[in-house]
Nanobody, 123 residues
């Protein structure tokens, strides 16, 4: 089992920044991909960014490329999502997820999910 706890959400004006954290505990050695997903009201959940924890390869949705950065601190078993130049359309509940493998953007690959942290961007 893997437990994930997100933090760092909040309210910010457009153009601002936030850093989300996802602290993992439990059998984290079994997972090789961590990702952030988000779900806005009335919309489907979508992949935002993913990182393969073994080699450190990162991937991003087109909508956040150049603005968001996913990173990991293996010593702390924590994955981060640095979000810069935030836009109102980034407003959503953000979820951290962990998988044993597969595509970073395929939600069905992820067995473990956090509770989510709300990000609200005002114009």
């Amino acid at each position: 089992q893997v437990q994930l706890v997100e933090s760092g959400g909040g309210s910010v004006q457009a153009g601002g920044s936030l850093r989300l954290s996802c602290a993992a505990s439990g059998s984290t050695y079994l997972t090789n991909c961590m990702a952030w997903f988000r779900q806005a009201p009335g919309k489907e959940r979508e992949g935002v960014a993913g990182i393969y924890t073994g080699g450190g390869s990162t991937y991003y949705a087109d909508s956040v490329k150049g603005r968001f950065t996913i990173s990991q601190d293996n010593a702390k078993n924590t994955v981060y999502l640095q979000m810069n130049s935030l836009k109102p359309e980034d407003t959503a509940m953000y979820y951290c997820a962990a998988s044993y493998g597969g595509s970073w953007s395929d939600q069905s690959s992820f067995a473990y999910w956090g509770q989510g942290t709300q990000v609200t961007v005002s114009s």
